[in-house]
């Protein structure tokens, strides 16, 4: 076994000093020693046989002039995906009230700008002011943040803000020219000042190498404050989208990046986030055993399939898993 993975003690205790070599050191370990020690670290932080439930909206779709890749929502490719306006906040309200009455805890809305205009900002308050009501933690997704938005989004009440980092500085440019990783270092900078949780991730099997993958995971767990959730999204393909054909990552490769967040961002929340419709329940449940706190649940996330709620919870049911809803009535 790796002698970083010997001792949980001080692995539970967040570092920010990580070296790639250490990362990859962990990463690379035999199989079952990882899986062990990211399961052990887990219940030693975390809940065990808990996964907080989240719904994801898109608020605001397509016409979004970045060139991600892996985005069927940009205005650079033709996907065939029709752009929308931005959703009214009484619509969005009904919305969080279907999420919260099937058991989700967390409303994400996302809305594909590269920016937060200042015009559409007292729309995007009111929608979390209605979520936030309703005893919903919300998240939000809306580009970068300009002087002073992440100070209004959190007197509005908003609890996280999403903005990954979606791959490794050096892949970065592969996948996204019209936004620096500059840029994002700067609205998570932002969202921290406020005040706000940061919600920061990646995607992995874009045709990242395995140095990338833990590039990444390295640049997370280097930021000067953990990000208290940590999606780690499968790359979804999309016809039309430059990143549709990419080679497959094998499963096993994506369980080891669930396990290595787990072990080096011990508090952090990590997330199960896109890619889910293709895995199958095996790598799911291995996934869970690596330490994957939450998924997203609801037949679509923003504009991508996802599994169906029956799906998840015959799953939950199988496998012996509750939502944090259903932990919390049991505590109460």
Known sequence: MSTLLNDLDRLATPRHDWTRDEVASIHEAPFNDLIFAAQSLHRQVHRPNTVQKSRLLSIKTGGCAEDCGYCNQSAHFDTGLKASKLMDPEEVEKKAIEAKNSGATRFCMGAAWRELKERDEPKIHDM????KGLGLETCMTLGMLG??????????????????LDTSPEYYKQIITTRTWDDRIDTLSKVRAAGMKTCCGGIIGMGESKADRIGLLTELATLPVH?????????VEVAGTPLSGSESLDGLEFVRAIATARLIMPKSVVRLSAGRETMSRELQALCFLAGAGSIFVGDELLTTPNPDENTD???F????????????????
């Open 128 to 131: 979390i002011r209605r979520v």
């Open 147 to 164: 002087d002073g938005q992440a100070e209004r989004l959190a007197e509005a009440g908003l609890d996280y803000y999403n903005h990954n």
């Open 227 to 235: 990000p208290e959730s940590v999606p780690v999204n499968h790359l």
């Open 313 to 315: 919870n015959v799953l």
């Open 317 to 332: 049911r199988d496998l012996g898993l509750e939502g944090d809803e259903a932990a919390r009535q049991a505590n109460a």
